[in-house]
Structure formats: structure tokens, C-alpha cells
């Protein structure tokens, strides 16, 4: 296969965020838990609701790119979480630390030279692996934006 090094570091850099995207770390840091379950006006979700979907959906694509029995969830129904709020005062911190596990896990797979970016994943429908981190980025970059906004209008970004 011919040196896709660059390539491999640049999508790399573009699922970690920063340059023209924000990083998740910074759109996370500080959020009071008073805060996580409300949804200001003009929003139609609350930062709990988007952080969640971030994690799932991140999640959802990182296990349709390396588990042969993965299995389509329902849309929207599993992809967004059923309250505003979180259900208990650590599940925040637990889905914050998923996001980043899984983010780890997508980041390592693009960065393996074993990874063939550009072969077909066996069980989908013509997806590549740089096909599915590349939705991975670009979803986030969205999201990320949107729990930024959220955070402003809660009056609540440094």
C-alpha cells in the first residue's frame, strides 16, 4: 500500500478537534451539573441530550467499524438519550469518559498502518474505515458547536 502516514495524521488531528473545530474537552470543562438538563429557549436540546447523542453516536459508528455482528439501532429512538437530564449525578462524568475512550479507539484505528483505510467494511454497504471517521469528525464538529452554543446561552461558557 503507498505511505498514507499524512493522511492518517491529519484525520487523526481532525477527530481530536481543534484548528477550525472546537475540542471536547473545552466544550465539556466546567459545565455545571445545574446546568445539564436545562434547554434554553430557542434550543431544542439540552446539553445532557447532546452529549449523550454524541457519545452514542460515536459509539454507534466505532462498533459498525470493527464488530463483523454489529447490529443498526432504531432512529432516533436509540441515538438520543429519554430525558433532558441525566438520570443520576455521576452520569455525565460516565458519559464524558465513554466519549473519550471511544474517541481513543477510532484514533488508534485510524493510526494503525494494519488498518486498510480504504477497504470495504465486510458486513456494510461500500462504508471504508476513513469513510466512517470522517462521519465520526464531521458529527462531532456539529455537536461540539452546538454544546458550545448551548453553554452560552445558558450563560454558562468562560
Sequence with gaps: MFNDKALREHVVKLLKGGDAHAIFEDAVADFPAEAHGKTPKGAEHSAWEVLEHLRIAQWDILDFSTNPKYKSRE????????????????????SVKAYGE???????????DKTDLFARIPHGEGQT????????????AYHLGEL???RRLLGVWK
Design 102 to 112: 471511544d474517541l481513543k479507539a477510532i484514533c488508534a484505528l485510524v493510526a494503525d
Design 148 to 150: 458550545v452554543l448551548l
Design 129 to 140: 474505515i476513513l469513510r466512517e471517521a470522517l462521519v465520526v469528525a464531521d458529527h462531532n
Design 75 to 94: 432512529w432516533p429512538r436509540e441515538y438520543w438519550p429519554e430525558a433532558a437530564a441525566p438520570p443520576d449525578a455521576k452520569a455525565w462524568d460516565r
